[in-house]
Structure formats: structure tokens, C-alpha cells
């Protein structure tokens, strides 16, 4: 058998040798991305690359790596979440809501998460049981959370965000964002859930293939009601952190990141088809939609290209992605 | 004897044939019916006309909408190409009287051309028409915002009776977008270009393995979706006299409703553009309802949501139990 396999291989090592490194470009040339941008970017200007202005990206990433996170899970699932960034500004909402005080912060993270399991579950249930498209069930939510979101604030929110909030949002510890720190914590934590526990398992098994799953007995609605209420609730925590930073609260916290987190995932390699994907991939897209609006801001170029670049990059990235499989 | 069960039987597949436009006639009594009892001003022409000539901007975007969703696809570039349009339109324009019509062609053309580039991306680069016009919909935001970043140019005064205009009583736009929905219908039915929309939509593998030409069909849908919004575009330009960046923004959302609502399925191959035009008028006839209700403008959305998860819901439980 080996005899029979290994001679092509002897006979043409180079080749061998290419297509491995074509596998591993394949696989891993996506985190070489963001380092590459950033090199770019401070080839053009030395300032890009000072520590102010990295540790800025830091905390800039943040928030969409979170949501990122999330959607990642649901996109595995055959899914799509376009109620993240109406969960966000709806977290932001309620984190006013109260008297601003930093007494009421475990009452806002409470209620926050509340909110975010009940449309998660809204999400979730629709999908699973009344056999909603993902796109149009959580497109339903989002506009039922910004009708709720407008009717009680009146189209002009007001208060405070407690200043753990603010500190959370926007403070640094030697360089490093809190929000950074979050981050990090969430990934690992998540990173172990996808990809080292059963769960994460049965996740894959039933985006990959609904039906093998059914047969191994895998409560596949369960798994993606489940999947759903993570993505809402990280874009909640997501949200509280983003009103922290932004320090002042509108009605569109985090607006863009439905689109922003779907082009992360798209770029990292999570299949919109389901069954494929991975949280570092989630974030190396998040790092680099968030490296290049800094860079159109830092090469003099109109805000508007920032949109415009985002609208090629997810086609381009898709179409990349189709070939290869 | 047999002949009567044969009857019947023929009127029972009819009706489940056409079940879902019967939904939306039903619901549509149902509202008036609501209407009615509320308040005194509702049931009556005047506000039946009102209604129809508010849904015209909403049924030029949705019948080109149902052709997308009808081959399986979507177009999610309606919005961005909506608020494109309508600032050229005016921007280019501005003001002139006799640039209004090379303006208008120019615009439709524009329109056209999107739409046939969405299809030409579909098809050359193999990715979901969600995607592409994702994408398409982020680029041409920009673009308009490159172009305007708040209302732009003007235009003559008599350009609204594109938007306000009345022929023999009928609001003129809300007749052109009945008149197109009515052909195109008749194109779905009795010219093979239509019934192979729905066989691209039913089984797209199935359509390219019997030769149809789902490239013509791609094209031909897309480009439609394109021209509606460029329609869209000018009509909008005639009724607020100025284009504005962000004026298509809620289009994109808001033209997959009547679609869903006139029993058209997202899955593809199966429903129609009469169905969408209830839908729109049905649409019209609750935000109009809902006004007379003194409901704020927020529960609306709250109430266009729960429209949403209500139709989609029942739709695919009857298309379960069937």
C-alpha cells in the first residue's frame, strides 16, 4: 500500500511541497491579512503603527469581534442574524434607562441579557419551528426591537451610562482596552464552546449536515435556538460596551454591524451555507473591516469609501470562497 | 351526478390553487371592515384613492422584487439604488425643464444597467444573489453619498404630477405601477421567458440541466428589480421635489413584505406579482388605518413587524400541511 502511494511523492517533491503550502495558504492566509494592512498602513504613515494609534484599533475591534462571535455560531447553523445591531442599540437604550449610577449596573446587565435570551428565542423559535427564513425571522425582530426602542424613547433618548460603563467602553490599562481584555476572555471562552466541547460539535453537525445529525440523535432545534440566543446576547453585551465608548446614547448604537459582522464572518472563512467556520477566522475579519476604515480615514480618502470598500470586500470574499470549494 | 362532484372538485383545486390571494383579499375585507367601524372617514373614495396613490413608490419596487424572489434570488440593493437614482434624477436636473426627460431615460437605463450587473455577478461569480446584493447595495450607498451627502438639485414644479398627477380621477403613478404589474403578470403566464422564471426558481439545477437559459432569466429579472427601482427613484424625486442620500433606506426591507404577504415563497418557483400587489395595497390600507387610529409612528413598525412574523408563519404552516 505504501509502496503503491509513496512514489509520485519521491518522484516530484516540489509539488508535494507547493500544495501543502497552497493548503496552509489556503487555511491560514487570512490571518496573515491584518498584519499586512497594518505594515501598509504604516508604510504610508508612521503614525499608524505608533502605539496610540494601535491600541485605538484595539478598542475599536472590540465591539464587532463580540458580535462577530456570535453571528459566527449562527452562521455555522445554516443562519444569519440581522437583529444584532437592533439588539445593540437597544442594550445602549436600556443602559440609560436607569438612573446612571454605577449601583444599577448588575440591574442593566440583568435586564440587558433578559431582553437579549427573549429575542434570541423569538430568533431561535421562528427558525426551528415555524420553519422562517433566518434572513426574514431575525428582520422581523430587528424592526420590532427598534419600534419598542423608539416608542420608548420617543425618538430622543436621554441619561447617563453608569461610568463603570464608560470605563469599560473606552479605558486602557498600560495600552491595553478593558474592552480588548473582553474581548479576549469571550473569544477563549467561546473558541473552547465551538471547537473543543461536544457542543460545539453537535453545532457543526447540524449546520454541515441537518439530517446526519437528526439520525445521531442531535435535538438539532435545540442546538440552534441555543445558537441564536448567544449571538443576541453577546450583541447585548457588545452593545453596553459600544455605549460606553460612544458615552453618549442615540437611537442607531451600533448601527452598520449587522452588515459589519456578516462581512467579518464572510471574510474569515464562515460559510454561508453552514457547517464551516471558526472564531479566530470571525475575528481576523472583524480586525481587518475595522484596520481598513482606519486606513481610508488615514490615507485623506472620503468617509464614504469606507462603505464602499466593505460592499466589494463581502463580494469579493464570497466569490473567493465559492471557487475554492 | 359526476359531473357535479367534477364541478366541485375543479372549484376546490381553484381555490387551494389561489388560496393565497384569497388570504389577502380576506384580510383586506377585514381591515376595511375594522375601518369602517372606527371611523367614518375611512370607507369612502377619496381615502380609497389616497391609499392607492400612496402604494405606488411600494408596488414599483416590490414587482421587480417578486421576479428576484421568484427565481430562488433577492435583491437587496433596492434601497441604496432607489436613494442613487432619486439624487441624480434631481441633482441632474436641477431645475431645467427640458433636461427632464434625457434625465429620466438616463436614470432608467441606470437602473437597468445595476440590475444586469447584480445578475452578471450571480452568475459569473457563482455567489448568492443575497450576497451580491449585499454588497452592490453597501457600493451604491457610497456612491450616493459621494454624490450628495444631503438633498440635492430640485425640480420644475409640474414634475410632480408624476407623483400627484390625476388621469380621469386615477392618481397617474399608482396607475403606470398597476398597468406594469398587470403586464408583467401576463408575461409570467403566457410567454416561456416567464414560466422559465419559475422553473429557475423551483429547481435551479433541474432548469440548467434541461438547457433552459437561466443566464437570460437572471439578467432579465434583476434588470427588472433595477428598472422598478429607478422608477421608484423619479417618483420619489416627484413627490418630495429634491433627491435625498438616504430616501430608499426602508425599501429594501419593506419591498420583501408584499411579496411574502401575496403568497409568493422566499424558497422560489411558486406565487406571483398580483399576489404582491394585494399585499401592497393591504400594506397601505393598515398604515392608513393605523393613521386615522392616531397610532404613533413607532408602534407601526412594531405593527409591520408582527405583519411580517404572522404572514410567514401561516404561509409555511400551509405549505407544510399541504
Not at chain 1, 476604515?293 to 472620503?302: D, K, R
Not at chain 2, 419596487?61 to 428576484?68: A, E, R
Request: proline content about 4%; some cysteine; aromatic content about 6%.
Amino acid at each position: 500500500m505504501t509502496e503503491v502511494t509513496a512514489p509520485p511523492a519521491q518522484g516530484n517533491p516540489d509539488r508535494g511541497l507547493i500544495t501543502a503550502l497552497r493548503g496552509l495558504l489556503a487555511r491560514f492566509g487570512i490571518f496573515l491579512l491584518p498584519p499586512a494592512l497594518l505594515l501598509l498602513g504604516g508604510a504610508i504613515s508612521p503614525a499608524f503603527l505608533g502605539a496610540s494609534n494601535v491600541s485605538n484599533l484595539l478598542l475599536q475591534i472590540a465591539p464587532l469581534g463580540i458580535v462577530a462571535i456570535g453571528q459566527c455560531f449562527v452562521m455555522i447553523v445554516r443562519g444569519l442574524d440581522l437583529s444584532v445591531a437592533s439588539m445593540m442599540a437597544t442594550a445602549a437604550v436600556i443602559a440609560t434607562g436607569f438612573s446612571g449610577s454605577n449601583g444599577d449596573v448588575a440591574s442593566i446587565v440583568a435586564a440587558v441579557l433578559a431582553m437579549a435570551v427573549g429575542v434570541g428565542l423569538i430568533n431561535g423559535l421562528l427558525v426551528t419551528k415555524r420553519d422562517v427564513s433566518p434572513f426574514l425571522a431575525t428582520l422581523a425582530t430587528m424592526i420590532l426591537l427598534q419600534g419598542f426602542r423608539f416608542a420608548y424613547t420617543q425618538g430622543a433618548p436621554s441619561g447617563n451610562v453608569p461610568p463603570l460603563f464608560r470605563t469599560l467602553g473606552s479605558g486602557k490599562f498600560d495600552g491595553i482596552p478593558f474592552n480588548f481584555a473582553i474581548l479576549l476572555v469571550l473569544a477563549t471562552l467561546f473558541w473552547i464552546v465551538l471547537h473543543r466541547s461536544a457542543f460545539g460539535r453537535r453545532v457543526f453537525i447540524v449546520g454541515g449536515n441537518p439530517v446526519t445529525g437528526r439520525l445521531l440523535g442531535i435535538r438539532s432545534d435545540l442546538v440552534t435556538i441555543v445558537c441564536y440566543v448567544l449571538s443576541s446576547c453577546l450583541a447585548g453585551i457588545a452593545g453596553l460596551i459600544l455605549s460606553g465608548y460612544v458615552g453618549l446614547v442615540d437611537n442607531w448604537v451600533g448601527q452598520g454591524y449587522e452588515l459589519d459582522s456578516i462581512v467579518a464572518c464572510v471574510i474569515g472563512g464562515v460559510s454561508l451555507k453552514g457547517g464551516r467556520g471558526a472564531i479566530l477566522g470571525a475575528l481576523a475579519g472583524a480586525a481587518i473591516i475595522m484596520v481598513i476604515a482606519n486606513e481610508v480615514l488615514l490615507f485623506g480618502l472620503p468617509i464614504q469609501i469606507q462603505i464602499i470598500i466593505k460592499g466589494a470586500v463581502i463580494v469579493i470574499a464570497a466569490a473567493l470562497y465559492a471557487r475554492r470549494t | 351526478m359526476k359531473q357535479e362532484t367534477n364541478a366541485l372538485a375543479l372549484a376546490r383545486q381553484w381555490l387551494v390553487d389561489n388560496s393565497s390571494l384569497i388570504g389577502v383579499l380576506v384580510l383586506i375585507a377585514a381591515v376595511c371592515l375594522v375601518g369602517a367601524l372606527t371611523t367614518d372617514r375611512f370607507f369612502g373614495c377619496n381615502n380609497f384613492l389616497n391609499v392607492y396613490e400612496q402604494s405606488t413608490d411600494l408596488a414599483l419596487v416590490s414587482i421587480g422584487q417578486t421576479l428576484t424572489i421568484l427565481t430562488g434570488g433577492i435583491d437587496l440593493s433596492v434601497g441604496s439604488l432607489i436613494s442613487l437614482t432619486s439624487c441624480l434624477a434631481s441633482g441632474l436636473i436641477n431645475g431645467d425643464p427640458d433636461r427632464v426627460l434625457p434625465v429620466a431615460a438616463l436614470v432608467l437605463a441606470l437602473g437597468t444597467c445595476v440590475g444586469l450587473l447584480n445578475a452578471a455577478l450571480v452568475i459569473g461569480l457563482r455567489v448568492h444573489p443575497l450576497i451580491v446584493t449585499l454588497g452592490m447595495g453597501a457600493v451604491l450607498q457610497g456612491v450616493t453619498l459621494l454624490y450628495a451627502m444631503g438633498p440635492v438639485g430640485k425640480v420644475p414644479p409640474n414634475f410632480n404630477f408624476l407623483a400627484y398627477g390625476r388621469i380621469a380621477d386615477l392618481p397617474l403613478g399608482a396607475t403606470i405601477a398597476a398597468m406594469l404589474c398587470i403586464l408583467v403578470a401576463l408575461l409570467l403566464r403566457y410567454l416561456p421567458l416567464g414560466r422559465q422564471i419559475y422553473a429557475v426558481g423551483d429547481d435551479d439545477n433541474a432548469a440548467r440541466l434541461t438547457g433552459l437559459p437561466r443566464t437570460r432569466v437572471l439578467m432579465f429579472v434583476y434588470g427588472c428589480s433595477g428598472f422598478g427601482c429607478a422608477a421608484t427613484g423619479l417618483y420619489l424625486v416627484a413627490r418630495f421635489g429634491v433627491g435625498q442620500p438616504y430616501t430608499g433606506v426602508n425599501y429594501t426591507l419593506a419591498s420583501i413584505t408584499p411579496v411574502i404577504l401575496g403568497g409568493t415563497a422566499l424558497s422560489g418557483g411558486k406565487g406571483g406579482v398580483i399576489g404582491t400587489l394585494l399585499g401592497v395595497y393591504l400594506i397601505s390600507l393598515v398604515s392608513n388605518l393605523l393613521n386615522f387610529m392616531d397610532v404613533s409612528k413607532h408602534y407601526q413598525l412594531v405593527a409591520q413587524a408582527l405583519i411580517i412574523i404572522l404572514a410567514v408563519s401561516v404561509y409555511v404552516n400551509r405549505r407544510r400541511a399541504v
